[in-house]
């Protein structure tokens, strides 16, 4: 078969912390969560590429601010989660959907937990293996439960984690950092958590990205990925002032112990 371009994904900074992940195969790019639309304009411009679609994984602001621009200039589909709450979208999603934009498959996961439209899109080529989880799965952490339970995340996480190890993870903030530091406070005796959290002090020390990260590595550093790991549940328990009898109740317990940090 004859393989035309090389995928390469891009993070175009947005806000105080979040990243627009942009995918550039060819001459044409498709943007993740344009939560503002001018850094997006910016990066086209400068590296000549036409925006082929639009990809938007929930609606908070921060994600679809830039949206509503990008599509007027452009012409472009907008792919999200169903329902009529997000104002642009033009191809509404389910769970187990694939399409097709360039040549590029994407695969539709619904990820409810963080927002309940939550959705996140996954590639599989002869590129690699790319996850766009926006605020579902974050380097060493998982999204705020603004709308669903600990239940709907932990489905939600299930997803990711049947995925292949080295599945390249592109989380919508740069939250690492921060979630090392409350994973490490329950978690210290993780000498994986430890090297990587060293590694991560050291980019962010010089203000670099620490992501895309990987599904191998989240499952080895991220407390959500942990749920049965005996320090975690001790320390679970010790919140709790009692037995967590399931992996659901023992998320529930690391979420409202890292709301509180
Ligand atoms: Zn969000
Ligand atoms: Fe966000």
């Not at 195969?25 to 344009?34: A, E, K, L, Q, T």
């Not at 939550?118 to 709308?147: K, M, N, Q, V």
Request: hydrophobic share 40%.
């Amino acid at each position: 078969m004859l393989k035309l371009f090389m995928l390469n994904v891009n993070p175009i900074p947005a806000f105080t912390d979040n990243y627009i992940w942009a995918i550039v195969y060819g001459n044409s790019c498709i943007v993740v969560d344009p939560g503002d639309s001018s850094p997006v304009f910016d990066f086209l411009r400068s590296n000549n590429l036409e925006l082929a679609a639009i990809l938007i994984t929930h609606h908070h602001f921060d994600h679809t601010g830039g949206l509503l621009n990008l599509a007027e200039i452009y012409k472009c589909p907008v792919y999200g989660p169903k329902g009529d709450h997000i104002k642009g979208i033009t191809k509404e999603l389910l769970e187990g959907d694939e399409i097709k934009v360039l040549d590029l498959r994407f695969k539709v996961f619904e990820t409810p937990g963080h927002t309940l439209d939550h959705i996140a899109f996954y590639h599989s080529g002869p590129d690699g293996s790319f996850l766009f989880c926006g605020d579902t799965l974050f380097s060493g952490g998982c999204g705020r439960l603004f709308e669903g339970t600990a239940e709907n995340m932990y489905k939600s996480l299930e997803k990711f984690i049947s995925l292949p190890e080295e599945t390249l993870v592109f989380c919508a903030h740069e939250y690492t950092q921060s979630n090392l530091k409350f994973a490490l406070s329950i978690n210290p005796n993780n000498s994986y958590l430890v090297s990587y959290s060293n590694k991560v002090d050291e980019l962010r020390s010089k203000s670099k990205i620490t992501l895309p990260s990987t599904i191998g590595l989240e499952k080895k550093i991220n407390p959500f990925f942990l749920l049965k790991n005996d320090e975690i549940l001790n320390n679970c328990e010790t919140f709790l002032g009692g037995k967590i009898t399931n992996q659901i109740e023992s998320l529930a317990a690391i979420r409202s112990m890292k709301d509180s940090f």
